[in-house]
């Protein structure tokens, strides 16, 4: 029998990847997905066989992080071997402006989870999503033991369920590990966070149907990797003998700034001429400089980025110049299920 994984936030950038790589491995993939008025399960539409094929080991079922009735019924149901809570309004400059929503369901959403798994009974592996968000404005380089200093309600947030992780591993022995994962990008990254907005307005403004790129904050230095290497790591957390908690990192920082000059320089245009500043995107707190050490998670999960920088802005930028391609020449199709 192959192993069960059940996956929450599976219809975000990292639980599409996270799919494919368990459905490669041989697992069956439970997911859960949220009620929405429109579609919202674009990036695993090619997963997603109908449950009824006899080849599928992709299922979804309506869940919510915020609903613990839905949450305990599937753990009992499902009975997974693995479960990855990547589920989380993810978005920090969002999190300012929905705090409580925010606490509600990154937060108690995770101690939700894993109070679901106990009483369930469900002999499992949990990983928690854990996020350099939390370092905030500790200085870098940061490691699994530099202190937490959250500078967003996203972030406390994440230092909540953190520490839901590691207690529910030290009140009842259950299997709980955090990977803390500094910024992942790749062309299924949400189109309101930094690296793809700018993508996506390369293309654009190359295609000429777009003038201007606005922007916040362009001194920030992000640690920036490429997200189906990061899941990765996520697996290999819950695949050792003893759970514990990693860092995931490149170990590179690198501004705004440069992330924008790369990306326009990738096209032949000069950013200068695109870009303009706009006070709208300034957070009430900005986190300045993250950059990991990823030391432990390459000696105790033989785990490396292989995917830096430069490649990583021209992978961006030339799936984004494809996809606007596709939607003009009317080749993209949805799959109504
Ligand atoms: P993402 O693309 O924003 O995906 C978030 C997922 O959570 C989506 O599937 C979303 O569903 C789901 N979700 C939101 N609210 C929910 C709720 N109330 N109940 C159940 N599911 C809900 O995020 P990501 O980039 O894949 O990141 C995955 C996880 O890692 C998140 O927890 C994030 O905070 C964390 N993280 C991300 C990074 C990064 O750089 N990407 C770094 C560190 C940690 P919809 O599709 O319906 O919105
Ligand atoms: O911002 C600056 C902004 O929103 C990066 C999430 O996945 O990674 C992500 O959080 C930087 C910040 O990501 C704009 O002020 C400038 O300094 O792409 P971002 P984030 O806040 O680092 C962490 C690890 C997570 O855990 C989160 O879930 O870019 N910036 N101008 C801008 N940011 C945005 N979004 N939009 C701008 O126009």
Known sequence: MGRVALITGITGQDGSYLSELLLNKGYTV???KRRSSSFNTERIDGL?????HPDARLFLHYSDLADPGSLTSLLRDIQPDEVYNLGAQSHVRVSFDIPGYTADVTGVGAIRMLEATRVADVNCRFYQASSSEMF???????HEDTPFHPRSPYACAKVYAYWS???YRESYGMYCANGILFNHESPRRGENFVTRKITRAVARIEAGIQDKLYLGN?????????APEYVEAMWLALQQDKP????????EGHTVREFVAAAFDHVGLDWQKYVVTDPIYFRPAE??????DYRKARQSLGWAPKTLFADLVRVMVDADRHLLEDER??????VDR
Do not use: C, E, K
């Open 48 to 52: 997603d066989l109908h449950p009824r």
């Open 136 to 142: 905030g404005s500790t200085p870098p380089p940061q």
């Open 165 to 167: 992780a590691v207690n």
């Open 218 to 226: 362009l001194d920030a230095i992000r640690d920036w990797g490429y």
């Open 287 to 292: 986190v300045d400089a993250l950059i990991g």
């Open 244 to 251: 514990n908690d990693y860092v995931v990192a490149t170990g």
């Open 30 to 32: 439970h997911g859960i």
């Open 329 to 334: 020449m009317g080749r993209l199709v949805r």
